[in-house]
Protein backbone atom coordinates (compact mmCIF):
# COMPACT_ATOMS: atom_id res chain seq x y z
CA UNK A 1 0.00 0.00 0.00
CA UNK A 2 1.15 3.73 -0.75
CA UNK A 3 2.23 5.91 2.29
CA UNK A 4 4.30 8.85 2.83
CA UNK A 5 6.24 10.13 5.66
CA UNK A 6 7.04 13.30 6.62
CA UNK A 7 9.70 12.74 9.32
CA UNK A 8 9.25 16.53 10.90
CA UNK A 9 6.46 17.67 12.85
CA UNK A 10 7.50 20.69 12.75
CA UNK A 11 10.71 22.86 11.94
CA UNK A 12 11.42 26.70 12.52
CA UNK A 13 13.75 28.61 10.14
CA UNK A 14 15.23 32.25 10.11
CA UNK A 15 13.68 34.44 7.91
CA UNK A 16 16.07 34.45 4.32
CA UNK A 17 17.68 30.97 5.38
CA UNK A 18 17.37 28.27 3.22
CA UNK A 19 14.49 25.24 3.88
CA UNK A 20 14.68 21.95 3.40
CA UNK A 21 11.49 19.63 4.36
CA UNK A 22 11.77 16.06 4.20
CA UNK A 23 9.16 13.36 2.55
CA UNK A 24 10.02 9.72 2.23
CA UNK A 25 7.22 7.68 -0.21
CA UNK A 26 6.33 3.78 -0.43
CA UNK A 27 4.49 2.62 -3.50
CA UNK A 28 5.26 -0.08 -5.94
CA UNK A 29 5.58 1.43 -8.94
CA UNK A 30 5.90 4.72 -10.07
CA UNK A 31 4.94 7.37 -8.00
CA UNK A 32 3.09 10.32 -8.77
CA UNK A 33 4.27 13.18 -5.93
CA UNK A 34 3.05 16.06 -5.17
CA UNK A 35 3.71 18.82 -2.24
CA UNK A 36 1.15 20.97 -0.97
CA UNK A 37 1.07 23.98 1.46
CA UNK A 38 -2.36 24.61 3.70
CA UNK A 39 -2.92 27.92 5.71
CA UNK A 40 -4.53 28.06 8.87
CA UNK A 41 -8.41 27.71 8.37
CA UNK A 42 -7.90 27.73 4.25
CA UNK A 43 -7.69 24.52 1.74
CA UNK A 44 -4.51 23.27 -0.18
CA UNK A 45 -2.54 24.56 -2.88
CA UNK A 46 -0.67 22.21 -5.35
CA UNK A 47 3.15 23.81 -4.55
CA UNK A 48 4.57 21.27 -7.41
CA UNK A 49 4.44 17.66 -8.73
CA UNK A 50 6.38 14.76 -10.18
CA UNK A 51 5.10 12.48 -12.68
CA UNK A 52 7.97 11.77 -14.79
CA UNK A 53 11.26 12.96 -16.38
CA UNK A 54 13.32 15.10 -14.65
CA UNK A 55 13.86 14.34 -11.02
CA UNK A 56 14.22 17.92 -10.42
CA UNK A 57 11.20 19.93 -9.97
CA UNK A 58 10.20 23.32 -10.10
CA UNK A 59 7.13 24.77 -8.21
CA UNK A 60 5.67 28.14 -7.84
CA UNK A 61 6.81 30.53 -4.68
CA UNK A 62 10.04 29.39 -5.75
CA UNK A 63 9.77 26.08 -4.44
CA UNK A 64 11.46 22.86 -5.72
CA UNK A 65 11.79 19.23 -5.11
CA UNK A 66 14.04 16.60 -5.67
CA UNK A 67 12.74 12.55 -6.88
CA UNK A 68 15.34 10.50 -5.48
CA UNK A 69 14.01 6.83 -6.29
CA UNK A 70 17.17 5.56 -4.91
CA UNK A 71 16.52 6.77 -1.44
CA UNK A 72 12.44 7.27 -1.69
CA UNK A 73 12.32 10.31 -1.18
CA UNK A 74 10.73 13.62 -2.43
CA UNK A 75 12.18 16.39 -0.06
CA UNK A 76 10.88 20.14 -1.05
CA UNK A 77 13.72 23.17 -0.74
CA UNK A 78 13.61 26.76 -0.87
CA UNK A 79 16.62 28.76 -1.21
CA UNK A 80 15.19 31.86 0.74
CA UNK A 81 12.31 31.30 3.09
CA UNK A 82 9.74 34.45 3.36
CA UNK A 83 7.69 35.04 6.68
CA UNK A 84 4.62 34.46 4.29
CA UNK A 85 5.91 30.96 3.88
CA UNK A 86 4.36 29.95 7.12
CA UNK A 87 2.49 27.23 6.74
CA UNK A 88 1.30 23.56 6.84
CA UNK A 89 3.06 21.51 4.17
CA UNK A 90 1.96 18.33 3.24
CA UNK A 91 3.63 15.80 1.06
CA UNK A 92 1.44 13.34 -1.18
CA UNK A 93 1.39 10.13 -3.43
CA UNK A 94 -1.38 9.49 -6.17
CA UNK A 95 -2.28 7.03 -7.65
CA UNK A 96 -4.87 5.14 -9.77
CA UNK A 97 -8.08 4.14 -7.99
CA UNK A 98 -10.92 5.03 -10.78
CA UNK A 99 -10.44 8.45 -10.08
CA UNK A 100 -6.54 10.05 -8.73
CA UNK A 101 -6.89 8.60 -5.22
CA UNK A 102 -4.03 10.97 -2.84
CA UNK A 103 -2.54 9.53 0.14
CA UNK A 104 -0.93 12.55 2.62
CA UNK A 105 1.88 12.85 5.08
CA UNK A 106 1.23 13.95 8.49
CA UNK A 107 2.45 16.92 7.21
CA UNK A 108 5.47 19.24 8.69
CA UNK A 109 4.73 23.03 10.28
CA UNK A 110 7.27 25.53 9.00
CA UNK A 111 7.18 28.57 11.59
CA UNK A 112 9.43 31.22 10.14
CA UNK A 113 11.39 33.78 12.76
CA UNK A 114 12.34 37.38 11.74
CA UNK B 1 -7.11 24.26 -15.09
CA UNK B 2 -9.60 21.98 -13.92
CA UNK B 3 -11.93 23.50 -10.86
CA UNK B 4 -13.75 21.70 -8.08
CA UNK B 5 -16.16 23.86 -6.28
CA UNK B 6 -17.54 22.70 -2.83
CA UNK B 7 -20.65 24.09 -1.17
CA UNK B 8 -20.49 25.42 1.84
CA UNK B 9 -17.58 26.75 2.65
CA UNK B 10 -18.66 26.81 6.23
CA UNK B 11 -21.73 25.35 8.38
CA UNK B 12 -22.71 25.37 12.12
CA UNK B 13 -25.24 22.67 12.78
CA UNK B 14 -26.97 21.52 16.65
CA UNK B 15 -26.23 18.12 17.57
CA UNK B 16 -28.47 15.70 15.89
CA UNK B 17 -29.21 17.07 12.78
CA UNK B 18 -27.62 16.41 9.57
CA UNK B 19 -25.76 18.54 6.87
CA UNK B 20 -24.93 18.17 3.34
CA UNK B 21 -21.95 19.01 1.70
CA UNK B 22 -22.04 19.10 -2.22
CA UNK B 23 -19.00 18.64 -4.50
CA UNK B 24 -18.69 19.61 -8.20
CA UNK B 25 -16.38 19.37 -11.01
CA UNK B 26 -17.19 22.78 -12.31
CA UNK B 27 -15.47 22.36 -16.25
CA UNK B 28 -14.97 18.04 -16.71
CA UNK B 29 -16.28 14.96 -15.60
CA UNK B 30 -15.38 13.16 -12.68
CA UNK B 31 -17.03 9.28 -12.41
CA UNK B 32 -14.76 9.17 -9.51
CA UNK B 33 -14.18 11.46 -6.18
CA UNK B 34 -12.94 11.39 -2.65
CA UNK B 35 -13.73 12.74 0.58
CA UNK B 36 -11.09 13.37 3.40
CA UNK B 37 -11.60 14.70 6.65
CA UNK B 38 -8.90 16.50 8.55
CA UNK B 39 -9.50 17.22 12.23
CA UNK B 40 -7.33 19.92 13.92
CA UNK B 41 -3.86 20.05 13.39
CA UNK B 42 -4.05 16.65 11.64
CA UNK B 43 -3.41 15.70 8.41
CA UNK B 44 -5.66 14.76 5.71
CA UNK B 45 -7.22 10.97 6.07
CA UNK B 46 -9.09 9.67 2.97
CA UNK B 47 -12.76 8.85 3.95
CA UNK B 48 -14.34 7.48 0.61
CA UNK B 49 -14.38 7.04 -2.67
CA UNK B 50 -17.34 8.23 -4.33
CA UNK B 51 -18.80 6.63 -7.47
CA UNK B 52 -21.23 7.69 -10.44
CA UNK B 53 -24.06 5.66 -10.18
CA UNK B 54 -22.73 2.88 -7.95
CA UNK B 55 -22.15 2.69 -3.48
CA UNK B 56 -19.96 4.40 -2.34
CA UNK B 57 -16.27 2.66 -1.02
CA UNK B 58 -15.23 3.55 3.31
CA UNK B 59 -12.14 3.20 4.45
CA UNK B 60 -11.39 1.10 7.08
CA UNK B 61 -12.88 3.26 10.46
CA UNK B 62 -15.34 5.19 8.09
CA UNK B 63 -19.62 4.76 9.02
CA UNK B 64 -21.12 4.66 6.04
CA UNK B 65 -24.27 4.78 7.93
CA UNK B 66 -23.09 8.02 8.85
CA UNK B 67 -21.37 9.40 6.88
CA UNK B 68 -23.90 8.68 3.42
CA UNK B 69 -22.56 9.91 0.03
CA UNK B 70 -24.38 10.38 -3.09
CA UNK B 71 -22.59 10.63 -6.86
CA UNK B 72 -25.67 10.66 -8.96
CA UNK B 73 -24.18 12.62 -11.77
CA UNK B 74 -20.86 12.64 -13.47
CA UNK B 75 -20.18 16.48 -11.81
CA UNK B 76 -21.83 16.04 -8.11
CA UNK B 77 -21.08 14.04 -5.81
CA UNK B 78 -22.43 15.10 -2.00
CA UNK B 79 -21.59 14.21 1.60
CA UNK B 80 -24.34 13.63 4.40
CA UNK B 81 -23.39 13.65 8.09
CA UNK B 82 -26.10 12.44 9.77
CA UNK B 83 -27.11 12.90 13.42
CA UNK B 84 -24.13 15.20 13.79
CA UNK B 85 -22.46 15.40 16.80
CA UNK B 86 -19.63 17.82 18.56
CA UNK B 87 -16.95 14.96 17.63
CA UNK B 88 -17.94 15.06 14.00
CA UNK B 89 -16.60 18.60 13.97
CA UNK B 90 -14.10 18.58 10.95
CA UNK B 91 -12.59 19.44 7.92
CA UNK B 92 -14.19 18.03 5.05
CA UNK B 93 -11.83 18.29 1.50
CA UNK B 94 -13.66 16.45 -1.47
CA UNK B 95 -11.17 15.96 -4.66
CA UNK B 96 -11.79 14.54 -8.23
CA UNK B 97 -9.85 14.24 -11.13
CA UNK B 98 -9.99 13.31 -15.23
CA UNK B 99 -11.56 10.12 -15.40
CA UNK B 100 -8.47 8.92 -17.76
CA UNK B 101 -4.83 10.29 -18.34
CA UNK B 102 -1.82 8.77 -17.23
CA UNK B 103 -0.26 12.23 -15.98
CA UNK B 104 -2.93 13.56 -14.29
CA UNK B 105 -3.88 14.66 -10.45
CA UNK B 106 -6.32 15.81 -8.02
CA UNK B 107 -7.85 18.72 -7.59
CA UNK B 108 -9.10 19.75 -4.60
CA UNK B 109 -12.13 21.74 -3.28
CA UNK B 110 -11.76 24.35 -0.76
CA UNK B 111 -13.18 22.71 1.84
CA UNK B 112 -16.03 22.65 4.18
CA UNK B 113 -15.59 23.56 8.09
CA UNK B 114 -18.11 21.80 9.96
CA UNK B 115 -19.04 22.73 13.06
CA UNK B 116 -21.56 20.78 15.93
CA UNK B 117 -22.96 22.31 18.77
Known amino acids: AQSVTQPDIHITVSEGASLELRCNYS??????LFWYVQSPGQGLQLLLK??????LVQGIKGFEAEFKRSQSSFNLRKPSVHWSDAAEYFC????????????FGAGTRLFVKA | GAVVSQHPSWVICKSGTSVKIECRSL??????MFWYRQFPKQSLMLMAT?????????EQGVEKDKFLINHASLTLSTLTVTSAHPEDSSFYIC?????????????FGQGTRLTVV
Open chain 2, 95 to 107: SASFPTGANTEAF
Open chain 1, 27 to 32: YGATPY
Open chain 1, 50 to 55: YFSGDT
Open chain 1, 92 to 103: AVGARAGGFKTI
Open chain 2, 27 to 32: DFQATT
Open chain 2, 50 to 58: SNEGSKATY
